[in-house]
């Protein structure tokens, strides 16, 4: 465990993996080496104690020191003080979009959903056995992904002025587009960020809850990071138990139940990690580098290559793109797993190729796949 003024071993870029592998997964998803590393030594001695990792107590000294570190780490990074809790939820993002809806549609009231992505879809699906939910924006009703347009002032979003919140799905994994800047909205925002946490400045303070599960910027799954302002996780329902309150778990310090103590562990040295990077501000511009790349080769390709994700709101982690042929798709995916690239079939009911470079992709993988992608166009087109 290291401190904000050490120099720390996360501190150069990605380098490319050990294997000779690039990982293109949309999660879990490619993690930085060094990082891999700790976790590797700390699996057998955790802060030179000569107890393992997983073989501490969540209520031991050693864990909740780790715990501690991770959640300041995470509010320098974020810049929220302590008017916003920091807790560390158990599961995914599916999970805590149904805790969403009970804390908060239980007793009438209604949640607008902008629905942009199969994500947005599940938070949608999620909430609807719980209380009244209003689609408030349908980003993927047509041929092309869309989000709403900032431009707008919000003017594209319907939601009824007594709505509990509006929540969002900040980058459409699936669906290659993210929001350029939060929605504007007078209500409660909550934001998905499970996908894009870290990768660009973004406001939390700004927010009401923000939700980020592990396994892509945060490492490994099980765990969600749940960022909420407290006045407003205090206005939850008083008819479900505390296990399902966000407000519960912020008052037992994320150990209302057993944690995932692994995943926050991970997910500590993810934010160590990035911090070392220089913050989201730096890794925005490496972010920008890699997927302008693989975006240059689908605009460039005349129309071999083509994307369903609008200009305007095209993601700057997930590039997502297709041929004219599902056979010529099938035989781009055989041949790029053979170059080493993996894991770029598209999301199923989308179809075609992905991309997804979070974070810790290094960007010589971006460089290789766009040199693969003209290489292909060329004999095939």
């Not at 997930?318 to 099938?330: G, H, I, K, R, Y």
Request: proline share 6%.
């Amino acid at each position: 465990m290291t401190s904000s003024t050490e120099p720390s071993e996360f501190a150069n870029p990605p380098m490319p993996p050990r294997h000779g592998i690039y990982n293109f997964s949309a999660g879990p998803s490619h993690m930085p080496l060094p990082v891999v590393d700790r976790i590797r030594e700390e699996l057998l001695d955790l802060g030179e104690t000569g107890i393992g990792l997983i073989e501490h107590s969540h209520r031991g000294p050693a864990y909740s020191d780790a715990s501690a570190e991770a959640e300041r780490v995470i509010r320098r990074i974020t810049g929220v003080d302590e008017s916003h809790a920091v807790i560390f939820m158990p599961g995914g993002a599916t999970v805590n979009f149904a805790f969403l809806a009970l804390n908060f549609l239980r007793d009438g009231g209604t949640g607008v959903y902008l629905d942009t992505s199969v994500w947005a879809s599940k938070a949608i699906e999620e909430a609807t056995p719980v209380g009244n939910v209003q689609v408030g924006f349908n980003g993927r009703g047509g041929d092309e992904f869309t989000c709403p347009n900032p431009m707008l002032d919000g003017a594209d979003i319907a939601a009824p002025d007594d709505a509990r919140y509006v929540f969002y799905c900040a980058n459409n994994t699936g669906e290659g587009t993210w929001f350029t800047e939060p929605p504007r909205t007078n209500l409660p925002l909550i934001g998905d960020l499970t996908s894009d946490i870290f990768s660009r400045p973004w406001p939390f303070a700004d927010h009401a809850m923000t939700i980020a599960a592990g396994q892509k910027n945060l490492g490994a799954a099980g765990c969600s990071v749940v960022i909420a302002r407290r006045d407003f996780i205090e206005t939850a329902s008083r008819s479900i138990g505390p296990i399902l309150r966000f407000a519960d778990h912020d008052k037992a310090h994320s150990i209302l139940n057993t944690p995932p103590t692994f995943a926050v562990r991970v997910i500590g040295l993810m934010a160590e990690w990035t911090e070392a990077q220089g913050g989201p501000e730096a890794i925005a511009a490496r972010n920008q580098l890699k997927s302008s790349m693989i975006w240059k080769v689908v605009d460039d390709s005349e129309g071999f290559y083509w994307s369903r994700a609008s200009r305007a709101a095209r993601s700057g982690l997930n590039v997502t793109f297709q041929t004219d042929s599902a056979d010529l798709d099938a035989r781009f995916l055989v041949e790029a797993k053979s170059a080493g690239l993996e894991n770029l079939s598209g999301l199923a009911g989308v179809g075609g190729m992905r991309a997804s470079m979070y974070n810790a992709f290094p960007v010589r993988g971006a460089e290789i796949l766009a040199t693969f992608m003209q290489d292909f166009a060329r004999r095939n087109g």
